[in-house]
């Protein structure tokens, strides 16, 4: 009978010091500008998971992101940044890595390799081959180095090339969701980029039918709608829904 309640005892200890691990031991903070969409990707991430964070802002239009406080957390001046305890990551898709294996509630990786392949395929094309030509710092040097009418036309020329090159990849993949019928990867990426591309650059949604039916689809998902630019505290009066 003792040795029983010595195992049960162990069994309890243990499943506490595991569940201890996936909890925060003290919040997590975030450091975010309203209109980043890299920032609203980890946002989403951690709507989905449930994870409790402090929003800190970053103006990127006044610089606060050259300021020496901000470039201590990264040297390269760029949001998000997050800070879990003595654990601190910057870049999105290196955050949500890290969210992925240190809080595994609500998986953002489908277990199937293929559609996880799909998965990092989408999201490469939104980071690596849209939303780095159209963030504020390129678009700035093009308005500066050349006019402002050329930086509209740049933005929609990349917008556009990377949504077709995305309505490709998934015609044989989406479900309801960009990869099937559950949240993943590739739909965090392709929330915010979609939300911007009608909002910032009024691209015309009508030549896009798959991303317009994965953003309807995403409308109804208060993980992702609580996460978006209109909804966060350093957001302008002028945008708040």
Known sequence: MMKE???????????????????????????????SSCSCRVRIALNLKGLQYEYIPVNLVKGEQFSPEFTELNPIGYVPVLVDGDVLVSDSFAILMYLEEKYP?????????????????????????????????????????????????????????????????????AGRYATGDEVFLADLFLAPQIH???????????????????????VELPPFQDAMPEKQPDAPPSVVS
């Open 196 to 218: 911007g591309a009608i909002k910032r650059f009024n691209i015309d949604m009508a030549q896009f039918p798959l991303l317009s039916r994965l953003n309807d689809a995403y």
């Open 5 to 35: 309640k010595k195992k049960k005892n162990y069994f309890q200890f243990l499943f506490l010091d595991l569940a201890d691990e996936k909890t925060p031991k003290q919040k997590l903070k975030l450091y975010s500008y309203w209109r």
């Open 105 to 173: 509630e609500h998986p953002l990786l489908p277990s199937n390799l293929n559609k996880r392949a799909i998965n990092y395929q989408a999201a490469k094309i939104v980071s690596s081959s849209i939303q780095p030509l159209q963030n504020i710092a390129v678009l700035k040097y093009i308005e500066e180095k050349v006019s402002a009418d050329e930086k509209l036309s740049w933005a929609t020329c990349h917008i556009t090339k990377g949504f077709q090159a995305l309505e490709k990849l998934l015609k044989d993949h």
